[in-house]
């Protein structure tokens, strides 16, 4: 069985180390151990905006506040070829 006084203790302790590097050093490092989880990168998606709009394209990065860098495979509004950040708010 699991001790759950201990499992609690220790995400405690591996959170507060976090939180004290993201104070210590920004979040540059979390960032890129996210980055290098993200399975999506390199691959084309389908984004589904507000009022049904679709954006199709590259996934291609994180962005500094943690959107989703979409490069579009066609022109989309006026990015003109520029990536395009997706936030969860943006997603139907």
């Known amino acids: ?4 006084n201990r499992l609690l203790s220790q995400l405690l302790i591996d959170l507060e180390q976090v939180l004290d590097e993201l104070g210590a ?7 890129h151990a996210y980055t290098q989880a993200c399975a999506t990168l390199g691959k084309r998606v389908r984004v589904i905006l507000a009022q049904s709009r679709e954006l199709l ?16 495979s066609s022109a989309f509004d006026d990015t ?3 990536a395009v950040e997706i ?3 943006d997603v139907m």
């Not at 050093?25 to 960032?31: I, K, N, V």
């Not at 962005?63 to 579009?72: E, F, I, Q």
């Open 1 to 4: 069985p699991i001790d759950r």
């Open 25 to 31: 050093e920004g979040p540059r490092r979390l960032r």
């Open 57 to 72: 394209g590259l996934a291609e990065g994180i962005g500094p506040d943690g959107a989703l860098l979409v490069r579009p």
């Open 80 to 82: 003109h070829g520029d």
């Open 87 to 89: 936030r969860a708010a």
